[in-house]
């Protein structure tokens, strides 16, 4: 089955650097990569998406980056803020069925 | 619009015992999945149901069960508990072959002594 390696588990950066996410997966025949965003206490919620046929997408501050032949994508956050303090998870799926295999998390701390 | 909704928020079990989680899914979703996410994880696959049946299922053994009612809300039962399953079940729900995007409920977290 698909498996999906995060990088780093933890990220500490200050209010308005950049923060980078990184993720590799398994299945080649995987086409759509979520992101979501977990804060404490609270439900996952998607925040980016990217398919297969696409090698970057943006939104305002967030971008992510997919290399199909590499197997690996990314997130990248630019001027941080604290709301930014979350655990974020990538997650790779295939078909059209999204059920995606998540990464083991990354716990991002803005510090004001 | 509510959203995706679970029940109970927390509870307590001992091992041996039996467990049932419910889910009632975002308006206008016909598909619910459940996960299960231990601390400082991501969350797990365990099955996904799609009209009253078990699509597909991850790695979880056969003590893990589940049903979708014909008004596509759902049920995780969990039997013969073990403190392993001490976690955050998650459910969550989509529309069948539309757009990826899984909506999450705020989840049941289960606590087994």
């Known amino acids: 089955g698909e498996n999906v390696e995060q990088h780093p588990s933890t990220l500490s950066v200050q209010e308005g650097d950049s923060a980078v996410i990184k993720c590799t997966y398994s299945d080649s025949a995987s086409n759509y990569f979520p992101w979501y965003k977990q804060e404490l206490g609270k439900r996952p919620q998607l925040i980016i998406d990217i398919r297969s046929n696409v090698g970057e997408k943006k939104d305002q501050r967030i971008a992510v980056t997919l290399n199909k032949t590499a197997k690996h994508f990314s997130l990248h956050i630019t001027e941080t803020q604290p709301e930014d303090s979350a655990v974020y998870f990538c997650a790779a799926s295939k078909g059209g069925s999204y059920i995606p295999t998540f990464g083991r998390g990354t716990s991002l701390i803005v510090h004001p | 619009d509510a959203g995706v909704t679970q029940s109970p928020t927390h509870l307590i079990k001992t091992r041996g015992q039996q467990v049932t989680l419910r889910c009632s899914p975002k308006s206008g979703h016909d598909t619910v999945s459940w996960y299960q996410q231990a601390l400082g994880q991501g969350p797990q696959f365990i099955f996904q149901?799609?009209?009253?049946?078990?699509?597909q299922r991850g790695n979880f053994p056969d003590r893990f069960s589940g049903h979708q009612f014909p008004n596509y809300s759902s049920e995780l039962n969990v039997n013969a508990l073990l403190l392993g399953d001490s976690a955050l079940y998650l459910c969550a729900s989509n529309s069948q072959g539309l757009t990826g995007e899984l909506f999450f409920g705020e989840g049941s977290r289960l606590t087994v002594l």
């Open positions: 149901y799609y009209e009253e049946e078990e699509r």
